[in-house]
């Protein structure tokens, strides 16, 4: 996932890019979902969760060197606050309310 901190003149063009973004990486077959969420708190902060079937965290940061992404990081860097805050998870666990 990854933290974002918009410019407030910038989040109509920020949403623009990651609708865009969304958009394309929904195109690729190791793709499974993407989450976008606002801060309650703070509406020019964001967190963009994507959800990958990658065989591994390499394999993922391989991936992520698509020409769609390079344009997405150099469209938005000139829209936020300040340096986006990425992070790589290794799931876990997950838990579903079950199907009734």
Same mark, same amino acid.
Request: aromatic fraction near 12%.
């Given at each position: /996932?990854?933290? !974002?901190?918009?410019? =407030?003149?910038? *989040?109509?063009?920020?949403?623009? %890019?990651?609708?865009?973004? %969304?958009?394309? +990486?929904? @195109? $690729?077959?190791?793709?499974?979902?993407?989450? !976008?969420?606002?801060?309650? &708190?703070?509406? &020019?902060?964001?967190? @963009?969760? $994507?959800?990958? %079937?990658? =065989?591994? *965290? $390499?394999?993922? #940061?391989? &991936?992520? +060197?698509?020409? /769609?992404? !390079?344009? /997405?990081? %150099?469209?938005?860097?000139? @829209? @936020?606050?300040?340096?986006?805050?990425?992070? *790589?998870?290794?799931? #876990?666990?997950?838990? #579903?309310? =079950? *199907?009734?």
């Amino acid at each position: /996932y990854e933290k !974002l901190h918009v410019k =407030p003149e910038c *989040v109509a063009q920020w949403r623009q %890019a990651s609708d865009d973004i %969304a958009a394309a +990486m929904s @195109l $690729e077959p190791e793709f499974r979902a993407c989450y !976008l969420h606002r801060d309650a &708190n703070d509406p &020019n902060q964001f967190t @963009l969760y $994507e959800r990958w %079937a990658e =065989p591994s *965290v $390499e394999s993922f #940061l391989r &991936n992520q +060197m698509k020409p /769609y992404r !390079l344009a /997405y990081d %150099a469209r938005i860097e000139s @829209l @936020l606050q300040r340096p986006r805050e990425p992070q *790589v998870l290794e799931p #876990l666990g997950e838990w #579903l309310r =079950p *199907v009734s």
